[in-house]
């Protein structure tokens, strides 16, 4: 784990994130066959290269308004948006993450669009 995510895990817990950990993020490097994203806050210990997520959707409210993860396995992922959503302004769009990297995604719902950004 890096300096960044230890960091990161013990401010989502003393925030009391709900951290769903030990991910394995899916096989896929595309949006279909991605893990779904299922808690506020999300710990992937092991991938493939390129495996993926994929976060909630935003028109059915299933959706929460930040969205936190941590790539603690040893490969790149990427996190998708759902189908029809937006990411930073591109449709079905992603933000990768390497390996140590955390990230966050912020909901806005008016534009149906989720903004992503790597933590280094």
Do not use: E
């Not at 495996?51 to 936190?68: H, Q, V, Y």
């Amino acid at each position: 784990m890096s300096d960044t995510n230890d960091s990161l895990r013990a401010h989502l817990g003393l925030k009391q994130h709900n951290l769903d950990d030990g991910v394995t993020a899916g096989a896929a490097s595309a949006q279909a066959g991605a893990y779904a994203i299922l808690s506020d806050a999300t710990r992937v210990t092991a991938a493939g290269a390129n495996g993926s997520l994929i976060l909630r959707n935003i028109l059915t409210n299933d959706a929460p308004p930040t969205c936190w993860v941590l790539n603690d396995s040893a490969q790149t992922i990427k996190v998708y948006c759902s189908v029809g959503d937006n990411m930073n302004g591109v449709a079905n769009a992603s933000v990768s993450l390497t390996t140590g990297q955390g990230g966050v995604f912020v909901r806005v719902r008016k534009n149906l669009d989720w903004r992503g950004a790597a933590i280094p």
